[in-house]
T-cell receptor
Framework: AQTVTQSQPEMSVQEAETVTLSCTYDTSESDYYLFWYKQPPSRQMILVIRQEAYKQQNATENRFSVNFQKAAKSFSLKISDSQLGDAAMYFC???????????????????FGKGTLLTVNP | ETGVTQTPRHLVMGMTNKKSLKCEQH?????MYWYKQSAKKPLELMFVYSLEERVENNSVPSRFSPECPNSSHLFLHLHTLQPEDSALYLC?????????????FGSGTQLSVL
């Protein structure tokens, strides 16, 4: 079964500085999707960035970028020029590609890590 | 307008009560999801609906009963719950139930079972 591990329960960063959140995952698949979601105090989860495993190029969305190391099964999120509004829980997530169901498998399951609480200090 | 609206925001119920959670999406999406978020645990997928058909039931106890009357509305009917069912219940939608799809989440219903 796929698992996602976020080893940092909490992180803090000074405003305008850069912070990296770690995520590792375990899978036997060669093709899959990885995501970072942000959950602010409003509780609404928001997609930050998405990476397709077959693409070697790291995904980037404005101040957010990932370091995707497929062989190491690592998917870290870098936040540059941190802003107060970046303070939130950050969840790393994994999803297998759609395929026919097999025993123990799931076409639709998004597997989440436990999250990292990011604090941004002014 | 958040796109995905959940009501109520908070719910307190006894173990013998029957209540329902409501989710509505205004995005024209074809897939809707229920997730459970418990303290100190990863989000757990409960149910998936694609084009109003349930396509996934992730071993959820029968005291949780989902309903999807149309592609815009999703309900979670609750009865004879246990205290360990207290959690944040999140609804989400996506254009299709495809692996790489972006999920749009609501703000959740914080459920407390006494």
């Amino acid at each position: 079964a796929q698992t996602v591990t976020q080893s940092q329960p909490e992180m803090s960063v000074q405003e305008a500085e850069t912070v990296t959140l770690s995520c590792t995952y375990d899978t036997s698949e060669s093709d899959y999707y990885l995501f970072w979601y942000k959950q602010p105090p409003s509780r609404q989860m928001i997609l930050v960035i998405r990476q397709e495993a077959y693409k070697q190029q790291n995904a980037t969305e404005n101040r957010f970028s990932v370091n995707f190391q497929k062989a190491a099964k690592s998917f870290s999120l870098k936040i540059s020029d941190s802003q107060l509004g970046d303070a939130a829980m950050y969840f790393c997530a994994y999803r297998s590609p759609n395929r026919y169901l097999n025993s123990g498998g799931s076409n639709y399951k998004l597997t989440f890590g436990k999250g990292t609480l990011l604090t941004v200090n002014p | 307008e958040t796109g995905v609206t959940q009501t109520p925001r908070h719910l307190v119920m006894g173990m013998t009560n029957k209540k329902s959670l409501k989710c509505e999406q205004h995005l024209g999406h074809n897939a809707m999801y229920w997730y459970k978020q418990s303290a100190k645990k990863p989000l757990e997928l409960m149910f998936v609906y694609s084009l109003e058909e349930r396509v996934e039931n992730n071993s959820v106890p029968s005291r949780f009963s989902p309903e999807c009357p149309n592609s815009s509305h999703l309900f979670l009917h609750l009865h004879t719950l246990q205290p360990e069912d207290s959690a944040l219940y999140l609804c989400a939608s996506s254009e299709q139930a495809w692996a790489g799809e972006k999920l749009f989440f609501g703000s959740g219903t914080q459920l407390s079972v006494l």
